[in-house]
Protein backbone atom coordinates (compact mmCIF):
# COMPACT_ATOMS: atom_id res chain seq x y z
CA UNK A 1 0.00 0.00 0.00
CA UNK A 2 1.35 3.24 -1.27
CA UNK A 3 0.27 5.91 1.46
CA UNK A 4 -0.39 9.45 -0.10
CA UNK A 5 0.44 12.71 1.57
CA UNK A 6 -1.98 14.86 3.70
CA UNK A 7 -1.46 18.11 2.49
CA UNK A 8 -3.66 19.38 0.14
CA UNK A 9 -1.20 20.42 -2.63
CA UNK A 10 0.81 16.97 -1.88
CA UNK A 11 -2.93 14.94 -2.52
CA UNK A 12 -3.34 16.87 -5.80
CA UNK A 13 0.17 15.54 -6.78
CA UNK A 14 -0.27 12.18 -5.41
CA UNK A 15 -3.78 11.82 -7.65
CA UNK A 16 -1.80 13.44 -10.67
CA UNK A 17 1.44 11.41 -10.48
CA UNK A 18 -0.69 7.75 -9.95
CA UNK A 19 -3.44 8.49 -12.32
CA UNK A 20 -0.58 9.70 -15.49
CA UNK A 21 1.81 6.68 -14.22
CA UNK A 22 2.03 4.21 -16.85
CA UNK A 23 3.53 0.69 -16.91
CA UNK A 24 2.52 -2.48 -15.03
CA UNK A 25 1.91 -0.79 -11.78
CA UNK A 26 -0.21 1.78 -13.14
CA UNK A 27 -3.84 2.04 -12.41
CA UNK A 28 -6.15 0.43 -14.78
CA UNK A 29 -8.92 3.02 -15.27
CA UNK A 30 -10.19 4.42 -18.70
CA UNK A 31 -8.20 7.38 -19.61
CA UNK A 32 -11.16 8.89 -20.84
CA UNK A 33 -12.29 9.05 -17.20
CA UNK A 34 -8.97 9.71 -14.98
CA UNK A 35 -9.61 13.57 -14.93
CA UNK A 36 -13.57 12.45 -13.23
CA UNK A 37 -11.79 9.84 -11.10
CA UNK A 38 -9.25 12.71 -9.90
CA UNK A 39 -12.07 15.25 -9.10
CA UNK A 40 -14.38 12.93 -7.41
CA UNK A 41 -11.32 12.14 -4.96
CA UNK A 42 -10.41 15.81 -4.34
CA UNK A 43 -14.09 16.73 -3.90
CA UNK A 44 -14.89 14.04 -1.22
CA UNK A 45 -11.06 14.70 0.76
CA UNK A 46 -12.37 18.72 0.61
CA UNK A 47 -15.51 17.82 2.23
CA UNK A 48 -15.10 14.93 4.39
CA UNK A 49 -10.90 15.26 5.70
CA UNK A 50 -11.16 11.99 7.74
CA UNK A 51 -10.45 10.00 4.35
CA UNK A 52 -7.27 9.88 2.58
CA UNK A 53 -6.58 9.05 -0.91
CA UNK A 54 -4.37 5.54 -1.53
CA UNK A 55 -3.15 3.17 -3.40
CA UNK A 56 -3.43 -1.00 -2.50
CA UNK A 57 -3.95 -3.90 -4.50
CA UNK A 58 -7.23 -5.41 -4.61
CA UNK A 59 -8.26 -9.10 -5.19
CA UNK A 60 -11.07 -10.16 -6.76
CA UNK A 61 -13.19 -13.09 -6.56
CA UNK A 62 -11.44 -14.69 -9.24
CA UNK A 63 -7.94 -14.31 -7.33
CA UNK A 64 -7.31 -11.58 -10.27
CA UNK A 65 -5.71 -8.95 -8.13
CA UNK A 66 -4.54 -5.30 -9.29
CA UNK A 67 -3.70 -1.98 -8.01
CA UNK A 68 -6.56 0.51 -7.42
CA UNK A 69 -7.16 3.47 -5.78
CA UNK A 70 -9.01 3.96 -2.27
CA UNK A 71 -10.19 6.56 -0.19
CA UNK A 72 -9.39 4.79 3.70
CA UNK A 73 -10.25 6.65 6.84
CA UNK A 74 -13.12 7.37 9.00
CA UNK A 75 -16.56 8.82 7.94
CA UNK A 76 -19.21 10.93 10.54
CA UNK A 77 -22.26 9.40 11.93
CA UNK A 78 -24.61 11.31 14.23
CA UNK A 79 -26.13 8.95 17.07
CA UNK A 80 -28.18 10.01 19.68
CA UNK A 81 -26.89 13.98 19.44
CA UNK A 82 -23.33 13.08 19.60
CA UNK A 83 -21.26 12.75 16.30
CA UNK A 84 -19.36 9.19 15.49
CA UNK A 85 -16.58 7.94 13.22
CA UNK A 86 -17.15 4.80 11.40
CA UNK A 87 -13.83 3.06 9.47
CA UNK A 88 -14.48 2.52 5.67
CA UNK A 89 -12.62 1.58 2.61
CA UNK A 90 -14.49 2.56 -0.84
CA UNK A 91 -12.42 1.39 -3.14
CA UNK A 92 -12.75 2.87 -6.53
CA UNK A 93 -12.96 -0.46 -9.03
CA UNK A 94 -11.60 -0.48 -12.41
CA UNK A 95 -14.95 0.61 -14.03
CA UNK A 96 -15.16 3.42 -11.77
CA UNK A 97 -17.10 6.02 -12.56
CA UNK A 98 -19.23 4.56 -15.01
CA UNK A 99 -20.34 1.69 -12.64
CA UNK A 100 -20.55 2.08 -8.32
CA UNK A 101 -17.35 1.90 -6.25
CA UNK A 102 -17.09 -1.15 -3.69
CA UNK A 103 -17.41 0.35 0.08
CA UNK A 104 -16.31 -2.16 3.04
CA UNK A 105 -16.52 -1.28 6.49
CA UNK A 106 -13.15 -1.65 8.34
CA UNK A 107 -13.41 -2.48 11.79
CA UNK A 108 -10.53 -2.38 14.18
CA UNK A 109 -9.34 -5.20 16.76
CA UNK A 110 -11.59 -4.24 19.03
CA UNK A 111 -14.81 -3.53 17.17
CA UNK A 112 -17.44 -6.19 15.71
CA UNK A 113 -19.75 -5.99 12.68
CA UNK A 114 -23.40 -5.79 14.07
CA UNK A 115 -25.08 -9.05 12.66
CA UNK A 116 -27.74 -9.16 11.28
CA UNK A 117 -27.22 -5.88 9.79
CA UNK A 118 -29.58 -4.19 7.00
CA UNK A 119 -26.91 -3.20 5.12
CA UNK A 120 -23.34 -4.59 5.64
CA UNK A 121 -22.58 -8.46 5.46
CA UNK A 122 -20.17 -9.78 7.84
CA UNK A 123 -17.51 -9.35 5.37
CA UNK A 124 -17.98 -5.98 5.69
CA UNK A 125 -19.20 -5.23 2.44
CA UNK A 126 -21.82 -2.49 2.13
CA UNK A 127 -25.17 -2.25 -0.04
CA UNK A 128 -26.96 0.79 -0.13
CA UNK A 129 -29.87 2.38 -2.82
CA UNK A 130 -27.48 4.77 -3.75
CA UNK A 131 -24.76 2.23 -5.18
CA UNK A 132 -27.58 -0.11 -6.73
CA UNK A 133 -28.99 3.15 -7.75
CA UNK A 134 -25.72 4.38 -9.16
CA UNK A 135 -25.93 6.97 -12.47
CA UNK A 136 -23.33 8.06 -14.11
CA UNK A 137 -21.89 10.78 -14.48
CA UNK A 138 -24.27 12.53 -11.74
CA UNK A 139 -23.53 9.73 -8.90
CA UNK A 140 -20.31 10.76 -6.93
CA UNK A 141 -18.31 9.79 -3.81
CA UNK A 142 -19.62 12.85 -1.54
CA UNK A 143 -23.00 12.11 -1.96
CA UNK A 144 -22.37 8.02 -1.53
CA UNK A 145 -20.59 9.07 1.66
CA UNK A 146 -23.29 11.29 2.62
CA UNK A 147 -25.84 8.56 2.15
CA UNK A 148 -23.34 6.44 4.44
CA UNK A 149 -23.63 8.32 7.30
CA UNK A 150 -27.33 8.81 7.38
CA UNK A 151 -27.75 5.08 6.83
CA UNK A 152 -25.32 4.09 9.34
CA UNK A 153 -26.79 6.29 11.79
CA UNK A 154 -30.27 4.87 11.91
CA UNK A 155 -28.32 1.16 12.42
CA UNK A 156 -25.28 1.54 13.66
CA UNK A 157 -23.11 -1.13 11.68
CA UNK A 158 -19.91 -1.98 14.81
CA UNK A 159 -20.37 -2.24 18.20
CA UNK A 160 -17.51 -2.87 21.04
CA UNK A 161 -16.12 -6.30 21.48
CA UNK A 162 -17.12 -7.38 25.74
CA UNK A 163 -14.03 -7.47 27.98
CA UNK A 164 -14.15 -9.85 30.60
CA UNK A 165 -15.05 -8.31 33.49
CA UNK A 166 -12.97 -9.33 37.31
CA UNK A 167 -15.93 -10.96 40.09
CA UNK A 168 -17.07 -13.99 40.90
CA UNK A 169 -20.08 -13.97 38.22
CA UNK A 170 -19.63 -12.73 34.54
CA UNK A 171 -22.04 -10.43 33.65
CA UNK A 172 -25.01 -11.62 31.98
CA UNK A 173 -25.12 -11.44 28.05
CA UNK A 174 -26.55 -8.50 25.95
CA UNK A 175 -28.33 -9.42 23.51
CA UNK A 176 -28.34 -5.63 22.41
CA UNK A 177 -25.11 -3.72 21.62
CA UNK A 178 -24.45 -0.53 23.99
CA UNK A 179 -24.35 2.65 22.55
CA UNK A 180 -21.07 4.02 21.02
CA UNK A 181 -19.14 6.07 23.53
CA UNK A 182 -18.62 9.88 23.07
CA UNK A 183 -16.04 11.07 20.69
CA UNK A 184 -13.14 12.54 21.65
CA UNK A 185 -10.91 15.25 20.98
CA UNK A 186 -7.48 14.91 19.29
CA UNK A 187 -4.87 16.05 17.15
CA UNK A 188 -4.42 13.33 14.88
CA UNK A 189 -4.88 12.95 11.14
CA UNK A 190 -8.14 11.16 11.26
CA UNK A 191 -10.67 11.60 13.74
CA UNK A 192 -10.79 8.87 16.82
CA UNK A 193 -13.06 6.07 16.06
CA UNK A 194 -16.57 5.82 18.54
CA UNK A 195 -15.65 1.49 18.98
CA UNK A 196 -12.22 1.85 19.77
CA UNK A 197 -9.01 3.12 19.35
CA UNK A 198 -7.28 3.51 16.11
CA UNK A 199 -3.40 2.90 16.28
CA UNK A 200 -2.00 4.78 12.97
CA UNK A 201 1.38 4.17 12.37
CA UNK A 202 3.47 7.10 10.39
CA UNK A 203 6.39 5.65 8.53
CA UNK A 204 8.94 8.00 7.75
CA UNK A 205 10.78 8.30 4.16
CA UNK A 206 14.65 8.72 3.44
CA UNK A 207 15.91 10.91 1.87
CA UNK A 208 16.11 9.59 -1.38
CA UNK A 209 12.33 8.00 -1.64
CA UNK A 210 11.77 12.09 -0.97
CA UNK A 211 13.79 13.10 -3.87
CA UNK A 212 12.01 10.79 -5.96
CA UNK A 213 9.10 11.49 -5.36
CA UNK A 214 9.77 15.39 -5.98
CA UNK A 215 11.18 14.47 -9.03
CA UNK A 216 8.16 13.01 -10.11
CA UNK A 217 6.23 15.31 -8.97
CA UNK A 218 8.22 18.31 -11.45
CA UNK A 219 8.07 16.18 -13.99
CA UNK A 220 4.93 15.68 -13.97
CA UNK A 221 3.82 19.32 -13.19
CA UNK A 222 6.11 19.81 -16.56
CA UNK A 223 4.27 17.70 -18.59
CA UNK A 224 1.03 19.22 -17.49
CA UNK A 225 2.43 22.68 -18.48
CA UNK A 226 4.12 21.29 -21.75
CA UNK A 227 0.28 19.77 -22.42
CA UNK A 228 -1.96 23.11 -21.87
CA UNK A 229 0.85 24.90 -23.88
CA UNK A 230 -0.17 22.58 -26.62
CA UNK A 231 -3.37 22.56 -25.79
CA UNK A 232 -3.75 26.62 -26.16
CA UNK A 233 -1.59 26.02 -29.29
CA UNK A 234 -3.85 23.57 -30.53
CA UNK A 235 -7.15 25.83 -30.07
CA UNK A 236 -5.08 28.97 -31.53
CA UNK A 237 -4.46 26.81 -34.50
CA UNK A 238 -7.85 24.88 -34.63
CA UNK A 239 -9.79 28.96 -34.61
CA UNK A 240 -7.20 29.98 -37.11
CA UNK A 241 -8.30 27.06 -39.30
CA UNK A 242 -12.26 27.16 -38.83
CA UNK A 243 -11.72 30.65 -40.23
CA UNK A 244 -9.82 29.86 -43.22
CA UNK A 245 -13.03 26.90 -43.30
CA UNK A 246 -15.46 30.05 -43.31
CA UNK A 247 -13.02 32.00 -45.84
CA UNK A 248 -13.30 29.07 -48.51
CA UNK A 249 -17.13 28.47 -47.97
CA UNK A 250 -17.36 31.99 -48.94
CA UNK A 251 -15.43 31.61 -52.09
CA UNK A 252 -17.14 28.42 -52.85
CA UNK A 253 -20.30 29.68 -52.70
CA UNK A 254 -19.16 32.62 -54.94
CA UNK A 255 -17.69 30.21 -57.34
CA UNK A 256 -21.18 28.29 -57.44
CA UNK A 257 -22.68 31.67 -58.47
CA UNK A 258 -20.04 32.65 -61.40
CA UNK A 259 -20.45 29.04 -62.88
CA UNK A 260 -24.21 29.23 -62.74
CA UNK A 261 -23.77 32.71 -64.04
CA UNK A 262 -21.73 31.65 -66.92
CA UNK A 263 -23.89 28.53 -67.78
CA UNK A 264 -27.18 30.76 -68.17
CA UNK A 265 -24.76 32.98 -70.50
CA UNK A 266 -23.45 30.18 -72.23
CA UNK A 267 -26.86 28.76 -73.06
CA UNK A 268 -28.09 32.56 -74.28
CA UNK A 269 -25.24 32.78 -76.85
CA UNK A 270 -25.70 28.99 -78.17
CA UNK A 271 -29.27 30.49 -78.55
CA UNK A 272 -28.17 33.16 -80.25
CA UNK A 273 -25.64 31.40 -82.15
CA UNK A 274 -28.40 29.32 -83.91
CA UNK A 275 -30.17 32.44 -84.50
CA UNK A 276 -27.42 33.57 -86.76
CA UNK A 277 -26.59 30.42 -88.51
CA UNK A 278 -30.35 30.80 -89.60
CA UNK A 279 -30.02 33.86 -90.75
CA UNK A 280 -26.39 32.70 -92.59
CA UNK A 281 -28.36 30.20 -94.04
CA UNK A 282 -31.17 32.20 -95.38
CA UNK A 283 -28.78 35.25 -96.73
CA UNK A 284 -26.54 32.11 -98.65
CA UNK A 285 -29.68 31.16 -100.36
CA UNK A 286 -30.27 34.88 -101.36
CA UNK A 287 -27.48 35.23 -102.87
CA UNK A 288 -27.23 32.08 -105.02
CA UNK A 289 -30.56 32.76 -105.92
CA UNK A 290 -29.75 36.41 -107.30
CA UNK A 291 -25.81 35.93 -108.08
CA UNK A 292 -25.71 36.61 -111.95
CA UNK A 293 -28.82 38.75 -112.36
CA UNK A 294 -27.90 41.71 -114.54
CA UNK A 295 -31.16 43.64 -114.68
CA UNK A 296 -30.59 47.32 -113.88
CA UNK A 297 -33.82 47.74 -113.84
CA UNK A 298 -34.99 46.23 -110.47
CA UNK A 299 -37.11 48.29 -108.54
CA UNK A 300 -35.22 48.96 -105.26
CA UNK A 301 -38.47 48.56 -103.01
CA UNK A 302 -39.05 45.16 -104.19
CA UNK A 303 -35.45 44.41 -103.72
CA UNK A 304 -36.21 42.71 -100.00
CA UNK A 305 -39.26 40.06 -100.34
CA UNK A 306 -40.85 39.88 -96.56
CA UNK A 307 -41.22 36.22 -95.09
CA UNK A 308 -43.95 37.13 -93.08
CA UNK A 309 -45.68 40.11 -91.57
CA UNK A 310 -43.86 40.78 -88.57
CA UNK A 311 -40.63 41.32 -90.88
CA UNK A 312 -42.88 43.16 -93.28
CA UNK A 313 -43.61 45.87 -90.37
CA UNK A 314 -40.00 45.66 -89.08
CA UNK A 315 -38.76 46.90 -92.61
CA UNK A 316 -41.09 49.82 -92.89
CA UNK A 317 -40.50 50.98 -89.38
CA UNK A 318 -36.58 50.54 -89.84
CA UNK A 319 -36.59 52.04 -93.50
CA UNK A 320 -38.95 54.91 -91.67
CA UNK A 321 -36.94 55.80 -88.47
CA UNK A 322 -33.77 55.96 -91.43
CA UNK A 323 -35.69 57.98 -93.07
CA UNK A 324 -36.68 60.11 -90.45
CA UNK A 325 -33.03 60.67 -89.18
CA UNK A 326 -31.82 61.94 -92.83
CA UNK A 327 -34.54 64.42 -92.70
CA UNK A 328 -33.24 65.89 -89.25
CA UNK A 329 -29.70 65.97 -90.47
CA UNK A 330 -31.00 67.50 -93.30
CA UNK A 331 -32.40 70.31 -91.11
CA UNK A 332 -29.27 70.70 -88.89
CA UNK A 333 -27.79 71.32 -92.26
CA UNK A 334 -29.76 73.83 -93.09
CA UNK A 335 -30.28 75.48 -90.33
CA UNK A 336 -26.55 75.79 -89.89
CA UNK A 337 -26.57 77.75 -93.29
CA UNK A 338 -29.04 79.90 -92.48
CA UNK A 339 -31.39 78.66 -95.25
CA UNK A 340 -34.59 77.06 -92.69
CA UNK A 341 -35.49 79.23 -89.79
CA UNK A 342 -35.40 78.78 -86.35
CA UNK A 343 -38.79 78.45 -85.68
CA UNK A 344 -39.49 76.27 -88.67
CA UNK A 345 -36.22 74.18 -87.84
CA UNK A 346 -37.88 73.66 -84.24
CA UNK A 347 -41.32 72.74 -85.79
CA UNK A 348 -40.35 70.36 -88.25
CA UNK A 349 -37.70 68.63 -85.66
CA UNK A 350 -40.74 68.19 -83.02
CA UNK A 351 -42.92 66.48 -85.23
CA UNK A 352 -40.47 63.99 -86.86
CA UNK A 353 -38.98 63.11 -83.75
CA UNK A 354 -42.48 62.31 -82.30
CA UNK A 355 -43.15 60.37 -85.31
CA UNK A 356 -39.29 58.85 -85.03
CA UNK A 357 -40.30 57.46 -81.23
CA UNK A 358 -43.92 55.91 -82.72
CA UNK A 359 -41.65 54.21 -85.42
CA UNK A 360 -38.93 52.69 -82.72
CA UNK A 361 -41.26 51.70 -80.64
CA UNK A 362 -43.45 49.82 -83.19
CA UNK A 363 -39.94 48.24 -84.29
CA UNK A 364 -38.92 47.23 -80.55
CA UNK A 365 -42.40 45.38 -80.13
CA UNK A 366 -42.09 43.92 -83.74
CA UNK A 367 -37.89 42.58 -82.38
CA UNK A 368 -39.35 40.72 -79.54
CA UNK A 369 -42.44 39.33 -81.22
CA UNK A 370 -39.61 38.00 -83.70
CA UNK A 371 -36.94 36.98 -81.09
CA UNK A 372 -40.16 34.94 -79.36
CA UNK A 373 -41.18 33.12 -82.80
CA UNK A 374 -37.79 31.74 -83.47
CA UNK A 375 -37.28 30.71 -80.21
CA UNK A 376 -40.49 28.45 -80.61
CA UNK A 377 -39.34 27.54 -83.39
CA UNK A 378 -35.75 26.24 -82.86
CA UNK A 379 -37.65 24.60 -79.73
CA UNK A 380 -39.67 22.95 -81.69
CA UNK A 381 -36.73 21.51 -84.24
CA UNK A 382 -35.01 20.26 -81.20
CA UNK A 383 -37.76 18.01 -80.12
CA UNK A 384 -38.47 16.88 -83.32
Not at 11 to 27: H, T
Not at 111 to 139: D, E
Request: proline residues 10%; negative net charge.
Amino acid sequence: MVPSPLNPQQIQQFLSSVLSQRGPNSVPYDESTKWLIRQHLLNLISSYPSLEPKTATFIHNDGRSVNLLQADGTIPMPYHGVTYNIPVIIWLLESYPRHPPCVYVNPTADMIIKRPHAHVTPSGLVSLPYLQNWVYPSSNLVDLVSDLGAAFATDPPLYSRRRPQPGPSPPPYETRPPPPPPQTVDQRPFPPSPYGRVNHVHHQDDAAEVYKRNAINRMVEMVHGDLASMRRDREAEAESMLSLQGGLKRREEEISRGMKEMVEEKETLEQQLQIVSMNTDVLDSWVRENQGKTNIDVDVDKAFECVDALSKQMLECTASDLAIEDAVYALDKGFQDGVVPFDQYLRSVRLLSREQFFHRATGSKVRAAQMEAQVHAIAGRLHS
